[in-house]
T-cell receptor
Framework: AQSVAQPEDQVNVAEGNPLTVKCTYS??????LFWYVQYPNRGLQFLLK??????LVKGSYGFEAEFNKSQTSFHLKKPSALVSDSALYFC?????????????FGTGTRLKVLA | ETGVTQTPRHLVMGMTNKKSLKCEQH?????MYWYKQSAKKPLELMFV???????ENNSVPSRFSPECPNSSHLFLHLHTLQPEDSALYLC?????????????FGDGTRLSIL
């Protein structure tokens, strides 16, 4: 079965420091991977995706993600964290192999950026 | 502006009430979804509609009844809910057939059951 795992419930980082939010996946076939962010009292907002091509994908708000096929990981990164980046982050994979095309979400990681 | 609008944003209802949640998307998508988001639990997929046809019902209790009259509108009819149904209900849309496209979410309806 297709799945994603976000091993950390919460990540704390000081403002100005680099941040990483981890995601690993398990899929049959080629992975279609996504990152979303959720601010308080808002829905999920799309940040970036990996479909094919360059392993480093750039997205909104200065975020990027590194696809690593051998480690089946798709970690979200940012070189310099802002307090306004504090939010809930979700990794997702699209289940293509089963034919359902369902989006499967991780459990979310809360990012706290400390001033 | 996400292109997906949910109303109302907040709803408080008693267990015997009947109410409906509404979702409208202005993105020309052909698939729409209902999710339930509870504190400290994973996002739960409830229903999926593709070209107005229900393609997924994730063992959701019958007190939740979805309706999709066209590809732009999605409703969730609620009746005789339980306190554990209090949660944030999120609507999303996507363009199926386009595997690389992400979902677009509304800002949700925060539902409280008294």
């Amino acid at each position: 079965a297709q799945s994603v795992a976000q091993p950390e419930d919460q990540v704390n980082v000081a403002e100005g420091n680099p941040l990483t939010v981890k995601c690993t996946y398990s899929v049959s076939g080629n992975p279609y991977l996504f990152w979303y962010v959720q601010y308080p009292n808002r829905g999920l907002q799309f940040l970036l995706k990996y479909i094919t091509g360059d392993n480093l994908v750039k997205g909104s708000y200065g975020f990027e993600a590194e696809f690593n096929k051998s480690q089946t990981s798709f970690h979200l990164k940012k070189p310099s964290a802002l307090v306004s980046d504090s939010a809930l982050y979700f990794c997702a994979v699209r289940d293509i192999a089963s034919g359902t095309y369902k989006y499967i979400f991780g459990t979310g990681t809360r990012l706290k950026v400390l001033a | 502006e996400t292109g997906v609008t949910q109303t109302p944003r907040h709803l408080v209802m008693g267990m015997t009430n009947k109410k409906s949640l509404k979702c409208e998307q202005h993105l020309g998508h052909n698939a729409m979804y209902w999710y339930k988001q509870s504190a400290k639990k994973p996002l739960e997929l409830m229903f999926v509609y593709n070209f107005k046809e229900q393609t997924e019902n994730n063992s959701v209790p019958s007190r939740f009844s979805p309706e999709c009259p066209n590809s732009s509108h999605l409703f969730l009819h609620l009746h005789t809910l339980q306190p554990e149904d209090s949660a944030l209900y999120l609507c999303a849309s996507s363009q199926d057939g386009r595997k690389e496209q992400p979902q677009h979410f509304g800002d949700g309806t925060r539902l409280s059951i008294l």
